[in-house]
């Protein structure tokens, strides 16, 4: 089932309008502030210089020489992949974000998920969520690498990866690369995820293919401005990355004293163990806090971080009599 968070008129429809914190995603929830917009952003088809200078960018912010193409969204690449080669066996690491499969199989894919690493050895092609959405797994270089060289085409997500710089794969990359993909997110770390921008790091090869089959204008004029502002402010970046940090070990220390055990998760998400899933976003929802739950796990809710004048109203949720 390809179901998803930020779903929140769902929530509203059963539990009422009004106050809501939508936590059921992983978004910062302090965005990069938008840039003033020329008035071409808006009435002129995008611009390819500033598509291209948008792509340079986003090689300096993820250090690396590779290719890097912008697309609608980490989403876009993830509908894109299953089209560069033709469909064979795909296995996807999980439970991860369904999308991969889902996108895998509607374009003839046999797919499997499985659940360590080696079992993905032999596949056509294979999807690692690095870091895992929604239990916050980290597979080092090493063992990526290892992996990239026993399967056809290796696709690493790092949608997450922005909190974890030092994790990421995309400074190996090289434009001769033709085994693996690199995928990053730009709206969930920077917290604009309706301007629907991402990127794939691929080789020549696959970065040329993937820019043909998104055709011509694949990113918006707003995308392209705001992208390139965002990802040249390393200051912001690193501040950014502290108040994440900070804010994750809080909301960790919320859900311990309500008695639940932290899973894993990234700065922009966490997962906890609680006695029952539905019964304690059920609780969350009476406060208008919207989580997450899964329908692979009776027990694992996942929480998205709230914006600063959100805190109260989540510890009042959380901490509520009668929370599962």
Known sequence: MRDHGGDLARAQAIYGAGGWLDLSTGINPVAFPMPPLPPEALSRLPDRDALTALEQAAQACYDTTAPV?????????????????????????????????????AQGWAVEQVAIPDALAGADLAVVVNPNNPDGRVLDRARLFALRDRVGLLVVDESFGDVMPDMSLAPHVSGA???MIVLRSFG????????????????AEDADALRALA???????????????????????????????????RLDGIAARAGWAFVGGTDLFRTYHTPAAQAAQAQLAHGHVWSRIFPYSAQWLRLGLPAPAGWDQVERAILAKGTA
């Not at 969930?188 to 080789?203: N, S, V, Y």
């Not at 401005?225 to 402010?233: H, I, M, T, W």
Request: zero cysteines; glycine letters at 12%; hydrophobic letters at 55%.
């Open 177 to 179: 690369e033709d085994r």
């Open 188 to 203: 969930k770390f920077f917290g604009l995820a309706g301007l629907r921008l991402g990127f794939a790091i691929a080789g």
């Open 69 to 105: 193409v912008a697309l609608a969204g980490a989403q876009a690449a993830i509908q894109l992949v299953p089209r560069l080669r033709a469909p064979g066996s795909a296995r996807v690491l999980g439970p991860t974000y369904n999308e991969h499969a889902g996108a895998l199989a």
């Open 215 to 249: 055709g011509p204008w694949a990113v918006s004029g707003p995308a392209l401005v705001a992208g390139q502002a965002a990802l040249a402010d390393t200051d912001w970046q690193a501040a950014a990355r502290a108040r994440l940090s900070q804010d994750a070990a």
